[in-house]
């Protein structure tokens, strides 16, 4: 079930950026935490970004002062600014809402999750 699509993944040299893209129904980011992840080729899943509905961020350790996540409601589309990339952040990237209370205190009704897009640094 993929109700969400990701893009704007490739491949760069480190130090470079990229910016991606979720997009999916309107209410999704209206109503529920986005969350980014992302999986290694050797399956290894790590939580990157979130961003909930009235657009509270959080960030992993890992990625803190170089990623930023933003949403732009018009659009329907929340998205990943990645800069000063770095070989370990080679992975796919996936966005995915979880159904339940919202990190807000509000209630998310989707369980929405997309096809991912790679990204590679070397």
């Known amino acids: 079930h993929v109700q969400l699509v990701e893009s704007g993944g490739g491949s760069v040299r480190p130090g470079g950026s990229l910016r991606l893209s979720c997009t999916g129904p309107?209410?999704?980011?209206?109503?529920?935490?986005v969350t980014w992840y992302r999986q290694t080729a050797g399956k290894t899943r790590e939580w990157v970004s979130g961003i909930s509905p009235i657009g509270t961020t959080t960030y992993a350790d890992s990625v803190k002062g170089r990623f930023t996540v933003s949403k732009d409601k018009g659009k329907d589309t929340v998205y990943l600014e990645m800069n000063s990339l770095i070989p370990e952040d080679t992975a796919m990237y996936l966005c995915k809402t979880d159904y339940g209370e919202t990190s807000s205190g509000g209630y998310c009704p989707y369980n929405f999750r997309g096809q991912g897009t790679q990204v590679t640094v070397s």
């Open positions: 309107g209410t999704a980011s209206e109503f529920c935490d």
